[in-house]
């Protein structure tokens, strides 16, 4: 562990954020010029199941230019999270001992892949099941076509919901590293965590059944995981305490 001037401080600290501003900037620029490609493949997963004849439309009379501009920023902010991430690691290495860099490292790593997949299972799996429900419940006489802001709004909610989800693993694995749990409370909280989960995903998920079990289901599959971790993490920690 290194230690600097409040000065110098200020000076890395600028000059990180600004590498991964840049970052996101270029990354931006270069995709700007398919923004509505990239709309496009964000809304696959609905159009694919709307009816024949049937189409997105655009209440505001900007939207058709900002909402896919907002969606290749996301992308953008997405792609160049890899070098934000780094900006942020070389910061604050420097001033961290070994073995804070051994437990940090790899939960940000696994924190940042475990969202990405949630993010995955939301578009691949769970925007396709609910799209075809929504589909086939459609009253006879009713069009579906939905405003693509309100179709950004929700596919980011959904999004953030099945991201933060995914990161179950890693929350126990903390909360067992410090002390506050360890794996024999998380046993006897597995009834507690069922009840819990499917709450949340009534709070989270369109209302109805399909998306809710999707998102309680692999809360609860998660929360398994991160008590395997947790017990895997204790047996190295009394193997090198041995």
């Not at 001037?5 to 501003?21: D, F, G, N, S, T």
């Not at 799996?125 to 006489?141: D, H, K, Q, Y």
Request: aromatic letters at 12%; hydrophobic letters at 60%; proline letters at 7%.
């Amino acid at each position: 562990m290194t230690q600097q001037p409040l000065l110098e401080h200020l000076i890395e600290l600028r000059q990180r954020l600004v590498r991964a501003l840049i970052g996101f900037f270029l990354v931006f620029v270069l995709l700007f010029h398919w923004s509505g490609t990239i709309y496009h493949l964000l809304a696959r997963p609905l159009l694919q199941h709307l009816p024949v004849g049937s189409h997105m439309i655009a209440i505001e009379v900007t939207a058709p230019f900002f909402v896919p501009m907002k969606v290749t920023m996301l992308v953008a902010l997405l792609l160049s999270l890899p070098n934000t991430l780094y900006q942020i690691w070389a910061f604050i290495a420097p001033g961290l001992y070994q073995h804070e860099k051994q437990l940090i490292l790899p939960l940000v790593v696994s924190s940042v892949s475990l969202f990405f997949i949630g993010m995955a299972f939301a578009y691949f799996l769970v925007f396709p099941l609910v799209f075809s429900f929504m589909a086939a419940v459609t009253p006879t006489g009713v069009s579906m076509m939905t405003d693509i802001d309100k179709y950004l709004s929700f596919v980011m909610s959904m999004f953030l919901a099945f991201g933060a989800a995914f990161e179950v693993p890693v929350v126990v694995v903390v909360l067992v590293r410090v002390g506050i749990l360890d794996i024999p409370k998380l046993r006897r909280a597995r009834p507690y965590m069922v009840v819990g989960a499917f709450v949340v995903a009534a709070v989270v998920t369109p209302p109805d059944v399909l998306s809710q079990t999707m998102l309680a289901v692999p809360l609860c599959l998660l929360y398994e995981a991160g008590i395997l971790a947790s017990m895997l993490m204790e047996r190295r920690r009394a193997r090198k305490g041995s």
